[in-house]
Every structure is written in C-alpha cells, then in structure tokens.
C-alpha cells in the first residue's frame, strides 16, 4: 500500500494525545486528587490538541473532505464509522474536564474523577477502533492479524506515558513513576511489534490468482493481457512495495530509535534532578516519535492487497 502521510500522522498523533489522556486520567483517580496548576492544563490542551491535529490532518486524505461527516452515520457496521463517532464523544468529557481544570481547580473530587475516567474511556475505545479499522480487512494479510488493534493500543499508551514523563520532568512533579512506566510500555510495545512482524513473515501466502478469480478447479491460471493499459489508481495506491532489505533496515530504526533508546533514557530520566531529566524525557520522546512514524510507515508500506493479483502478482 502506498503510505498516506495524513493517515500516518493521524494514527501517531491522535494515538499519543489519547494515551496521554488516559495516564493523565490515571493521575487523577489513583491519585485521588486533581493534578492542580500547570501541568495539568498544559497535559489536558497537548493531548486535545494531538487528538485534534490528528483527526484533522485524517481527512487530507479524502477526496471530498467536507462530506467527512458522512462515514458517522454507518456506527453499526463500520470500524471506520465507530472511531468518528468514538472521537468526537471522547471531546464532551474531556473539554468538560478542562473547563474544570480552568475554573474551578478546587472542584469536589469525585466530579473531575468521572470526567477523567469518561475521557479515557473514550480514548481507549477510540484508539481500538482505529485499530479495528485495519484488523477487519481480509484482502489485506498483514492487516488481518489479531496482534493488529492491541499493538496500535500499546503503542498509544506507550507514547502518551512518555508525553506525561516529559511534562511531570518539566514541571519537576514525580516524574520518576511515569518514567519507569513509560519506559516498561515501550519495551512491551516494541515486542509486540517484533511478534507482529514475526508473524507476518511467517504467514502463508494463500491468496493466488486461482483463488482470487475463482477458477481454480481447472488448473494454473494466468491473465492474457493486464486490466489497464496504463497507470491508474489502483496501481499506485494498492500496488506499492517496499523492498525487503529496506523494510527490514527501517524495522531495526523503528525499534531501536523508537522503542530502545526512549526506554534506556527514560530510566536514565527517572533517576536524574529535573533539569537534566527533563532534557533524557525530551530526547526519549524525539526518538519515539521517529521510531513510531517509522513504524507507522512500514505498517502500510508492507501490506499487499490482493487486488495486486490481477496485475502480475502470484501470491498475497
């Protein structure tokens, strides 16, 4: 598939703003006081403001973006539906709990708790949908694969733990938990990408030109001529490929700048004073999102749609 720049920084940012989200919401419930001040005000506008730029940048990618609305109204049967609907609901707690934050920080804690925790609710169904999105695409093999939805979860959580580390770091506000967490998160997020891949690799090929016109009965089947004469959509957007020793370089770099290194600074940060925690936060959060946009790239680059049958592929 031909990687959608949009689509790629609508899944990294959006993710990282509702998984800041949630560890913010964490903060607040298991705390069991309002995080006061700054810090909080600035968490709750950054991961708005992820999630927004995110959902934002998603409909560059239509070609009609002002009939976007459309896709809301097919809820019951559609991933793609659901996680609109799942975004925009996630807006009404969490700007309910902003406005909290802002004028009135001294609110009884039990209402800015089930704001916090309506918030992440809907961050976290939010991101398994976008997840689902792909998961439930059997043309597409590397994206039929149930490692698919609880990897771009991980991978939320993991980015926006690191986005709280660095904001607790700057702030000099118990950072050292978030950091260690952050760091856990990543490592358990980069395995689980290793697995995916893993698994990917080793899946068999099953869908062929036999299977997929359906005349498998009589034998090995071939086209005569190719469906179009010349380039079109289908061949630029589903026929893309990355070659296999640049997907496999890109893979290493996705793992050890997104995914390694973060984690080695975090746990270096959440043994540092602020000031020098505060620059190992913001190096692990720069690397992560190298190696997350990496990953994110690969993610799409290295699926292969069964329509590439009909033009000259044997297998998918």
Do not use: C
């Amino acid at each position: 598939m031909n990687p959608a720049y949009s689509v790629i920084l609508f899944t990294t940012a959006s993710g990282a703003g509702y998984g800041l989200l949630v560890w913010l919401a964490f903060s607040v419930v298991l705390g069991g006081t309002l995080p006061t001040g700054n810090l909080a005000a600035t968490a709750l506008v950054l991961a708005l403001a992820l999630v927004t730029t995110g959902l934002l940048a998603s409909t560059l990618h239509l070609g009609r973006p002002e009939r976007a609305w459309r896709a809301l109204t097919q809820w019951q049967t559609s991933w793609l539906s659901r996680e609109g609907v799942l975004a925009l609901a996630t807006y009404v707690p969490a700007g309910l709990w902003l406005l909290v934050q802002w004028l009135w920080p001294a609110a009884w804690w039990i209402l800015p708790a089930l704001l916090a925790l309506l918030a992440a609710a809907g961050a976290v169904a939010t991101v398994w949908a976008t997840g689902m999105i792909y998961q439930s695409l059997p043309t597409i093999r590397a994206w039929s694969e149930p490692l698919v939805a609880p990897v771009y979860l991980l991978l939320s959580l993991a980015t926006g733990a690191v986005l709280l580390a660095l904001l607790q770091a700057g702030f000099a506000t118990s950072w050292h938990v978030m950091a260690i967490l952050a760091a856990v998160l990543l490592i358990a997020a980069g395995l689980a990408k290793w697995l995916y891949w893993r698994r990917i690799d080793a899946a068999p090929r099953s869908w062929t030109v036999e299977s997929a016109t359906g005349l498998g009965s009589i034998g090995r089947v071939r086209p005569l001529e190719p469906p179009h004469t010349q380039p079109n959509f289908v061949m630029r957007e589903m026929g893309y490929a990355v070659a296999r020793k640049h997907a496999s370089t890109l893979r290493m770099m996705a793992l050890g700048a997104g995914f390694i290194a973060p984690a080695l600074l975090l746990l270096l940060a959440a043994s540092l004073p602020p000031v020098p925690a505060t620059f190992a936060a913001l190096a692990a959060t720069l690397g992560a999102a190298v190696g997350v946009l990496a990953e994110r790239w690969l993610f799409f680059a290295e699926a292969q749609h069964v329509v590439t049958l009909y033009y000259g592929a044997e297998r998918a």
